[in-house]
């Protein structure tokens, strides 16, 4: 389908989307650095959204916290928030990186110590969501509260039954008390930024970090389990670094980012006027011929790979080098296990939005099976 749009048009407006739909590598990546194309302006509607649930009071503060965020900010307010947060954010993953094989390999023998297993909700669940406590410097008795606080934070506009003002208080109480990583160097330190912007990252860290490295975790562990040329490409550790950049292009964890013209601009050659929405089709850039040779395929040895799966610019994502060690380290410690394991079952979802696995169970392998006809669900 992205083949066939890109050949329509590599700009092509969309009436049922009520965007400008953008399919071209070059396009894509061109309009990642336009500062004409905004990914505040959309917290406008989000206003209008939390209102229509909760008092205006508290949606107006929401939007205040969320407006904070690394992805919510533009220009010169982004620039300052990644000063701020960038150093202590690369020195907790240096921290962290000695310690990544351990933390991982524990989470995968605890996985496998009994079959069938779920490694969706057991490893490519979990794995992202441990390394984003410890890097915040969540304590171990304290991350369970922490995660649950942050969902009712970001739900609580469309179900004011949940007490979003209380995990506010409880999420800012445990950013003060902070004796490690991110939040003990950003709450202790000269201050550089607000508490506001410091919730609002932490936030950002567990929720959105979260889900674009489960997704990857998910169809990196398929690919692993189900792909020969994946596995075989796998099995030397110099590879695993292009590996992943492969899996990342070919399967590209989030398909689309949403962006606003704040002004006229054009792309592609189509002018785009101010206060049109445009979305970016990363999906559809990370397969374009004119920028990648053999785009359908999985090469495991691809080098250059100037994929666009972690966004490219100012906005490039603060926790690529974080996602790309949890998948090597996944890699790392589920291959001695993979000749014993076969898929049960696999359901593989690809939206316009997303590519993710929800769920991928796995048994242990008959000595006597032959070739691997596992059921797949799903696309």
């Known amino acids: ?20 739909l953008v399919f071209s590598h070059g ?3 061109g309009a990642l650095r336009d500062p004409a194309l905004s990914s505040a302006a959309r917290l406008a509607e989000m206003r209008c959204e939390f209102a229509a649930g909760i008092a205006v009071e508290r949606a107006e503060r929401i939007a205040e916290i969320l407006a904070a965020q690394l992805e919510s900010s533009d220009g010169e307010a982004h620039a300052r928030l990644r000063r701020a ?32 297993v779920d490694l969706v909700v057991t490893v490519a669940d979990r ?65 550089t930024i607000s508490e506001d912007e410091v919730l609002a990252n932490a936030i950002l860290i567990v929720s959105a970090g979260h889900r674009t490295t489960a997704n990857l975790l998910g169809r990196f562990l398929h690919s692993l389990l189900t792909d020969a040329s994946v596995r075989s490409a796998a099995a030397v550790d110099a590879n695993l670094p292009t590996v992943v950049d492969e899996i990342l292009r070919l399967q590209s964890p989030i398909q689309t980012l949403q962006r606003t013209a704040v002004r006229r601009t054009s792309i592609g050659g189509v002018e785009i006027c101010a206060g049109a929405n ?37 906005h490039h994502c603060l926790g690529a080098r974080l996602a790309r060690l949890q998948a ?52």
Request: aromatic share 6%; glycine share 8%; proline share 8%.
């Open 1 to 20: 389908m992205y083949e066939a749009l890109r050949s329509e048009s590599p700009v092509l407006w969309s009436r049922e989307a009520r965007s400008w």
């Open 27 to 29: 396009d894509v990546r």
């Open 85 to 116: 947060f960038a150093p202590a954010f690369h020195r907790s993953v240096r921290d962290l990186e000695r310690r990544l094989d351990d933390i991982v390999g524990g989470v995968i023998s605890l996985a496998l110590a009994s079959t069938p």
């Open 127 to 191: 794995v992202p969501r441990e390394v984003a406590l410890e890097v915040l410097g969540v304590p171990p008795q304290s991350r369970a509260a922490f995660i649950d606080d942050v969902d009712v934070f970001l739900r609580h506009p469309w179900n004011p039954d949940l007490d979003g003002a209380g995990a506010e208080a409880r999420l800012r109480s445990a950013i003060r008390a902070a004796h490690a990583g991110i939040l003990e160097e950003l709450a202790h330190s000269p201050r």
């Open 278 to 314: 445009v979305t970016l089709v990363v999906g559809a850039a990370n397969r374009d011929p004119n920028a990648f040779g053999a785009p359908s395929g999985f090469d495991g040895r691809r080098s250059p790979n100037p994929h666009l799966a972690f966004g490219h610019g100012r």
């Open 328 to 379: 090597m380290a996944v890699a790392r410690a589920v291959r001695p296990e993979l000749r014993r394991l076969r898929v049960v079952t696999a359901d593989v979802v690809e939206t316009p939005e997303e590519h993710r696995v929800t769920e991928l169970v796995v048994d242990q392998r008959r000595l006597d099976c032959g070739p691997d006809t596992s059921p797949t669900k799903g696309g």
